[in-house]
């Protein structure tokens, strides 16, 4: 079965340090990958996606992810932390198995500390 | 703005009622997404339609039923009401043809549910 974890409900930054949410996934065959953020009482907003071609991928607000796929990962990364980046984190997987739809993590809550 | 409208915005109704949470996915987008999400459950995948038919179906109760109109939007019933259905329900569309964008799902503000 396909999946994607999310392995931490909460991360904790210091502002202008740099942050990472980490994601991992099992699917069969080529994955597309995909990072979505949630403020506070909004929608999901797409963040940054990996199809295919260079591993680091770079989204909105600053954030970029690292698509390695020995090790099963997508970890999402920023180089200095902003307050204002404090939300809820969701990482994504195609499955291939059922047409368009999207396997979704847990949700990693990122907090920013000034 | 994604795009996607989703109403009404609030709902307040009591155990044993039936609502309608209605969906208009972005201009073009031929798949529409239902998802829950509650305080402590993530979200969760209810069901998606894509030009009006059923695509796939993830943890929807046998209580709640969807459908996609003609004209692509998409409504989410929820009947007999239990305490538990109180949770934010969104709405998200994609373009659900085949590239490099049709997997990307554009999320609605979302329905939040109180179910007193």
């Known amino acids: 079965a396909q999946s994607v974890a999310q392995p931490e409900d909460q991360v904790n930054v210091a502002e202008g340090n740099p942050l990472t949410v980490k994601c991992t996934y099992s699917v069969s065959g080529n994955p597309y990958l995909f990072w979505y953020v949630q403020y506070p009482n909004r929608g999901l907003q797409f963040l940054l996606k990996?199809?295919?071609?260079d591993n680091l991928v770079k989204g909105s607000y600053g954030f970029e992810a690292e698509f390695n796929k020995s090790q099963t990962s997508f970890h999402l990364k920023k180089p200095s932390a902003l307050v204002s980046d404090s939300a809820l984190y969701f990482c994504?997987?195609?499955?291939?198995?059922?047409?368009?739809?999207?396997?979704w993590g847990a949700g990693t809550k990122l907090i920013i500390k000034p | 703005d994604s795009g996607v409208t989703q109403t009404p915005k609030h709902l307040i109704t009591a155990t044993g009622q039936r609502v309608t949470l209605r969906c208009s996915p972005r201009?073009?987008?031929?798949?529409v997404y239902w998802y829950q999400q509650s305080l402590d459950q993530g979200l969760q995948f209810l069901i998606q339609y894509y030009n009006g038919e059923e695509r796939a179906k993830g943890n929807i109760l046998e209580r709640f039923s969807a459908q996609q109109f003609p004209d692509l939007h998409s409504e989410l019933n929820l009947s007999s009401l239990e305490l538990g259905d109180s949770a934010l329900y969104f709405c998200?569309?994609?373009?659900?043809?085949?590239?490099?964008?049709?997997?990307?799902?554009?999320f609605g503000p979302g329905t939040r549910l109180t179910v007193t």
């Open positions: 998200a569309s994609s373009p659900g043809t085949s590239g490099k964008n049709s997997y990307e799902q554009y």
């Open positions: 994504a997987v195609r499955d291939r198995d059922s047409n368009y739809q999207l396997i």
């Open positions: 990996y199809i295919t071609g």
């Open positions: 201009s073009g987008d031929l798949s």
